[in-house]
């Protein structure tokens, strides 16, 4: 058995920890690109590789640029090309790939219009004549009218920078029957749209921006996309719409609280299912390499050369192929694919009903997979021969692949990383067992310091052995005390399996933070962390590093709070304290159990600190001598306590940031508040309680102020003494 533990705990470890990114604990990027080209493998593998001829590209070609000239066209151009479509070829729906951003002046109207004005003011007949030629001149107004009762559908852009292009418009956002649930849909601040004239009358509007993953391959697109609180749909979908008759956007969602699965477009001529991913995204069903779908030159559509059989109640997207115009996309199919045609390939999946889903039972499906490849490999290779142990994992892999396959073809998509790495990694370990070796004092500092301290100290302190031990001794030091706030009622409202992946998302995020600045985890203790700075590794910036890594957590558990919220998730509030000063650090404990802890007065202090948080309403509290140990960080001084078992006030303070970070609005709310504690003190309670409302009027959800607030009112009720005010100490019973 000692030969073969080590592989047999091997097998259980690549379980878990894959496992682990399976169900989200953490990330494997090298299972997420395996993921992602497996499913590459399959769209090329299954695609059906034809023309589909019900939508139409007409493109702006080489050919057109030489008949009609450079681009951009003017707009008269490009209404007769909607007319010709419409009301000559008599197309079902037209989509547009392109921007109309800005006014067109190329019929030089302006010009007309600023010599009218200007020189030839008095001129009576020059005017009437730019009057009388400006219904013909106005192209942006010709090309409004054109849009306008026809079957068009303008494309736009969002953007990471906040606000619209000028003089731009979005068309009118969607409405649900309920809310959508915060956060699956991606969101941008800023879009590029088309002219509001344009806008106002085309009969709808779509965004044509993809998800790129992180390989830079676009294999999805969000349906819906959010800006400023509102949805808008896609380029396909809104055409989509269109094309069942003013259809209607109904989200499906399996139960309350859960995302939503898929969307369901419901109109006149019928409902057609679109099924989203967790981000909201719907898989492109690519066809076919380039060329999936029939181009028709723009040039002939004006000329009326086209064909008209191949137009005739055709869906239409115009879209660019000249160089340099032309939109190029990498795709699973392709590193240089015309962006017109994943579109196009959405758009023909919807109507096939081909478009590829993620249920949510894939999970578990997944998982399924995982444990048995994974688990029968594991408990079989270490007793069975090379020979064997190669047919056995062939064979489970085979498996495997055949029961994807099988899936895919009713437009399932499994995936199939997590189980084949694990079934690869079992595989290897056990045929390479043997020819792995790890130095020994690496292997003795991972165990010693390894499940307290980040990987980078482990390597440091490896390189100096004989400078660090785990016997106890006294040293300057900062200690981090966490906890959950309401976790009793959290831990009641949740079952049990929802409650442990609540806790390991949410542990596994402010761990990692701990590590980032170079912490020492000491423990959980249920929902509570604690950890310390300064040992074993001496720090001279502990504090400050304790004080960042508590900014940082709350930043992160404000971001936790939307994936938490997406799952249904109540969303955590935490207490933090810090406190600086002398500590007993090393291995205490028994003989049956040990642990690498800290002890003395400055960590209860710590400890006290995390729990009177809730008191001033506060998500941090800190010490006095942390406060003194970061000059670039600024804190608003919250009162002078005393805590249980301690004789003596300190003064506690809670941090906002870096002095580059607290804006000056807030170091003017800072500056106020500093003076109202001043008359507090002084016992000048009308000055103190000016002051005070004042706050409380720019910043009501500041519970701090209404405590201050509240004690004043009492203390005009029941005035204290000289000999009993003590300078406003506030005293703490308990612990």
């Not at 010709?142 to 619209?164: C, M, Q, W």
């Not at 676009?218 to 800006?227: G, S, T």
């Not at 040293?475 to 929802?498: C, K, Q, Y």
Request: glycine share 10%; charged share 20%.
């Amino acid at each position: 058995m000692k030969r073969l533990l080590p592989r047999l705990l091997f097998g259980v470890l690549c379980i878990a920890s894959i496992f682990g990114h399976v169900i989200g604990n953490w990330q494997i990027p090298l299972l997420t690109l395996l993921d992602n080209y497996s499913y590459d493998v399959r769209t090329r593998a299954f695609m059906p590789d034809t023309l589909d001829e019900r939508i139409v590209i007409v493109d702006i070609d080489e050919k057109s640029l030489g008949e009609l000239g450079r681009w951009p066209w003017n707009r008269k151009v490009m209404s007769d090309l909607i007319r010709q479509l419409t009301d000559e070829y008599r197309v079902a729906v037209i989509g547009f790939d392109i921007v109309f951003a800005e006014r067109d002046d190329s019929s030089g109207l302006p010009v007309l219009e600023s010599l009218a004005s200007g020189e030839f003011r008095n001129n009576v007949e020059f005017r009437r004549a730019v009057e009388a030629q400006r219904p013909l001149l106005d192209y942006d107004r010709i090309f409004a009218e054109t849009l306008r009762e026809r079957p068009t559908v303008l494309g736009f852009h969002f953007s990471e920078r906040p606000g619209g292009s000028p003089g731009s418009a979005l068309p009118p956002p969607q409405q649900f029957p309920a809310p959508l649930p915060a956060g699956q849909f991606p969101s941008w601040p800023g879009y590029g749209g088309n002219l509001a004239a344009f806008q106002e009358a085309a009969a709808s509007g779509g965004h044509f921006n993809p998800k790129i993953d992180n390989d830079g391959i676009i294999r999805r697109v969000p349906l819906l996309a959010e800006n400023d609180g509102k949805y808008y749909p896609a380029l396909s979908l809104a055409m989509l719409q269109l094309l069942v008759g003013q259809g209607e956007l109904h989200p499906y969602v399996p139960a309350p609280g859960e995302p939503v699965e898929a969307i369901d477009v419901i109109g006149l001529r019928g409902m057609v299912r679109l099924p989203v991913d967790g981000d909201g995204c719907a898989l492109i069903p690519y066809r076919g390499r380039e060329g999936s779908f029939p181009y028709v030159s723009a040039a002939d559509v004006l000329a009326g050369r086209a064909d008209f059989e191949q137009l005739f109640g055709r869906i239409v997207l115009i879209g660019t192929s000249a160089p340099g115009l032309k939109d190029l996309r990498a795709t699973p199919v392709g590193g240089s694919y015309p962006g017109v045609e994943t579109h196009a390939n959405l758009l023909a999946g919807a109507l096939d009903g081909s478009v590829k889903e993620k249920p949510y039972y894939m999970l578990a499906a997944e998982i399924v997979a995982l444990i048995l490849a994974g688990g029968i490999l594991a408990l079989s290779l270490p007793f069975m021969s090379p020979l064997r142990g190669t047919l056995l994992t062939l064979g489970i892999f085979g498996i495997l692949v055949a029961a994807n396959f099988a899936l895919w073809q009713v437009h399932v998509v499994m995936p199939i990383a997590s189980a084949t790495l694990a079934i690869l990694m079992i595989y290897v370990f056990n045929a390479a067992w043997g020819f792995f070796w790890e130095s020994n004092a690496k292997r003795q500092f991972t165990a010693l310091f390894g499940q307290y301290v980040p990987p980078e100290l482990v390597d440091e302190m490896a390189k100096n052995p004989e400078e660090y031990s785990m016997e106890g001794r006294n040293a300057d030091m900062s200690v981090l005390f966490s906890d959950v706030r309401n976790f009793t009622t959290i831990s009641e409202g949740l079952p049990p399996r929802e409650l442990s992946a609540l806790m390991n998302e949410y542990l596994g995020a402010m761990t990692l933070i701990i590590q980032k600045h170079r912490g020492t985890l000491d423990k959980y203790i249920g929902d509570a962390i604690m950890a310390f700075w300064g040992a074993p590794v001496a720090n001279p910036l502990h504090a400050r590093e304790a004080v960042m890594t508590a900014l940082e957590m709350q930043r992160r558990l404000r971001s936790l709070g939307e994936t938490f919220a997406a799952k249904g998730w109540p969303v955590l509030k935490i207490g933090i304290g810090i406190n600086s000063g002398t500590m007993t650090v090393g291995d205490m404990g028994s003989s049956v159990r040990k642990s690498y802890t800290v002890m003395g007065d400055a960590v209860n202090l710590g400890a006290r600190l995390e729990g009177i948080t809730k008191e001033y309403g506060v998500g941090i509290a800190v010490g006095e001598k942390t406060r003194d140990a970061c000059p670039d960080i600024v804190f608003r001084e919250l009162d002078k306590v005393r805590v249980k078992g301690k004789a003596s006030a300190v003064s506690i303070y809670e941090p906002l940031g870096t002095t580059e970070s607290v804006t000056p609005e807030r170091m003017e709310e800072l500056a106020n508040w500093s003076q109202a504690l001043t008359r507090y003190r002084e016992q000048s309670w009308a000055a103190a309680e000016t002051i005070l409302r004042d706050l409380q009027r720019k910043a009501p959800d500041d519970m701090l102020y209404r405590v201050y607030l509240e004690r004043i009112a009492h203390l005009r009720e029941l005035p204290p003494g000289n000999s009993e005010w003590d300078e406003g100490v506030t005293t703490f019973q308990t612990k």
